[in-house]
C-alpha cells in the first residue's frame, strides 16, 4: 500500500469537507453535499481497510468499493456543477483529481483481478 496514496485521498477528502461547507444552504445544496461527503470521505477509508486486507481477494473487494465510491463522487460533483450550486471553475480542480484517483484505482483493481486470475 502506498503511504503517498493513502495521504493524496486523505488531502481530496479534506478539499471534499472544505467544499461542502461552501455549498448553499438550500435543499439541494443539503442533500447533494451529504451525498458527496459520504461518497468522497469513504474513498479513502476504503483504501485505509484494503491496506489491511487479509489476502489479495479481500484487496480486490475493499478496491472495487473504492472504485465505485470515486465514480459516485464524481457523478455528484457533475450534478453540483451542473446544478450551478458551485463555480465550474472552482470545481474542475476537484473533478480532475477525482478523475486522476478514479483512473489509479481502477488500474489497482485491473491488475489486481488480472494476478488472482492467473493464481
Not at 472544505?18 to 477509508?45: H, I, M, Y
Request: with cysteine.
Amino acid at each position: 500500500m502506498s503511504v503517498e496514496f493513502k495521504e493524496r485521498t486523505f488531502q481530496f477528502s479534506m478539499r471534499i469537507v472544505r467544499l461542502v461547507e461552501k455549498l448553499p444552504t438550500n435543499v439541494s445544496g443539503d442533500v447533494f453535499g451529504r451525498q458527496l461527503l459520504r461518497c468522497a470521505t469513504s474513498v479513502g477509508a476504503n483504501y485505509r481497510a484494503a491496506s489491511r486486507a487479509k489476502s489479495d481477494k479481500d484487496f480486490l473487494n475493499k478496491m472495487k468499493i473504492c472504485e465505485e465510491e470515486i465514480d459516485e463522487t464524481l457523478y455528484w460533483l457533475e450534478l453540483i456543477k451542473h446544478a450551478e450550486l458551485f463555480s465550474a471553475v472552482k470545481l474542475q480542480a476537484i473533478i480532475s483529481e477525482a478523475d486522476e484517483l478514479c483512473a489509479i484505482i481502477t488500474s489497482i483493481c485491473k491488475t489486481t483481478a488480472a494476478k488472482l486470475r492467473q493464481a
